[in-house]
């Protein structure tokens, strides 16, 4: 009798203990620009020290190093659609100049189908979906953020999924889980300047761009991305069917940042995984942040995407002369990475 009780207790010892299940996810970021990936670099970085098996399916290698059983499929052809080398990205300097540009925010709708015939024709994408069937992943994480293309893997395979966004709640996932956007006291993700204080005007426009939005994507982009996928998986439904599926979303976003909303049990906000101790800047940059007499530091930089060498010369020359009349200041440009 002590004998089968010790045995009982040690194999519910072994079935729980921490560290005894090890899963095999498969995380998946084919477009992801560099401020994305600090979102998911920390979460694959945890769950490889976790003793996971995580597949990295992605166009940008992560910056930083990684454990050993993380295992990187990175795209060579993903990068330079990234990069903005090639594909929509290409000089956005253009392209998101004026920010009320229906006809540029109505073509961005296509640029998810333009992306999924990229993916779908990666050799790196075609190996990982030759292997890949219901025992070879016991989990898929996926960023919200225009990968749908990734949906007919799961779909095919019907594997669990976790869906992160690098931002806020998409509206149309929101939609499609169940968690529409708060229209009445949330601004909406893009483009809505509002606070959480509106009048009705605001409120109203709130709720159109989150219709809009939604509107747009079920009935335009989503279809889109169906049809490129029906041509190697036929049977694949509307992306918003997979979409529902989720097991679990999550944001970054926190509480304490942003206007607080009504969020489903499986909905979590992670903002601020990414943040890190500062390091000491190099001894150059440190003495030119520091030199004796100035006011301060201004650092202008247009993030990963939009990149500085593409920026128009009569724009630049403003930029320019505004820095040259703050000549109290040390102004530092980020002009482009790389
Ligand atoms: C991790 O998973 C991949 C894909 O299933 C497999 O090829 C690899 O052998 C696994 N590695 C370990 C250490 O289990
Ligand atoms: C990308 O944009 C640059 C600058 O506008 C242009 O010279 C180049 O031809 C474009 N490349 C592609 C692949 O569209
Ligand atoms: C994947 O499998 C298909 C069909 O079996 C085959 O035609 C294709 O060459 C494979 N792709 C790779 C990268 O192995
Ligand atoms: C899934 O793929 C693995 C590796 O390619 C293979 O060993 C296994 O038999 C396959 N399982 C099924 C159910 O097809
Ligand atoms: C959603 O999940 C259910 C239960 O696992 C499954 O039967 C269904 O096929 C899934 N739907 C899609 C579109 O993948």
Redesign the pocket.
């Given at each position: 009798m002590e004998r089968l009780a010790f045995l009982v207790a040690f194999s519910l010892v072994a079935i729980t203990a921490p560290g005894a299940f090890c899963a095999k996810i498969l995380f998946a970021y084919p477009i992801a620009v560099t401020s994305h990936t600090q979102v998911y670099e920390p979460i694959i970085e945890a769950l490889g020290q976790r003793g996971h098996n995580v597949t990295v399916y992605a166009g940008l290698a992560p910056r930083r190093e990684m454990p050993p059983n993380v295992n990187l499929h990175i795209s060579k052809q993903l990068e330079n659609v990234l990069s903005g080398d090639s594909g929509p990205l290409n000089n956005s300097f253009q392209t998101l100049r004026t920010p009320l540009n229906f006809k540029m925010i109505f073509n961005s709708f296509d640029w998810p189908r333009q992306w999924c015939e990229e993916i779908m024709q990666d050799p790196v994408y075609h190996n990982l979906w030759n292997a890949s069937n219901d025992t070879v992943f016991d989990l898929v994480i996926v960023s919200s953020a225009f990968n749908e293309c990734v949906y007919g893997l799961i779909?095919r395979d019907?594997l669990p999924f976790v869906l992160v966004s690098p931002t806020g709640m998409f509206p149309w996932v929101g939609y499609a889980i169940g968690n529409p956007s708060y229209v009445v006291a949330a601004p909406t993700l893009f483009l809505s300047s509002s606070s959480n204080r509106m009048n009705f005007m605001e409120r109203l426009s709130n709720w159109a761009i989150s219709v809009i939005y939604g509107a747009i994507y079920y009935w335009n982009s989503a279809p889109k991305t169906s049809n490129v996928l029906r041509q190697y998986f036929p049977e694949f439904?509307h992306p918003n069917?997979?979409t529902k599926?989720a097991s679990l979303y999550l944001l970054n976003t926190d509480i304490s940042m942003d206007y607080p909303r009504p969020l489903l049990p499986s909905v979590k906000e992670i903002g601020g995984l990414h943040c890190r101790s500062a390091q000491p800047l190099p001894e150059d940059l440190e003495s030119f942040v520091t030199k004796p007499g100035s006011s301060g530091l201004i650092l202008f930089s247009l993030g990963s995407t939009v990149k500085g060498v593409h920026m128009p010369p009569q724009f630049r020359a403003v930029f320019t002369e505004v820095f040259r009349r703050l000549p109290e200041y040390q102004v530092m440009v980020l002009i482009s990475r790389g």
């Open positions: 779909w019907k439904p069917e997979v599926n």
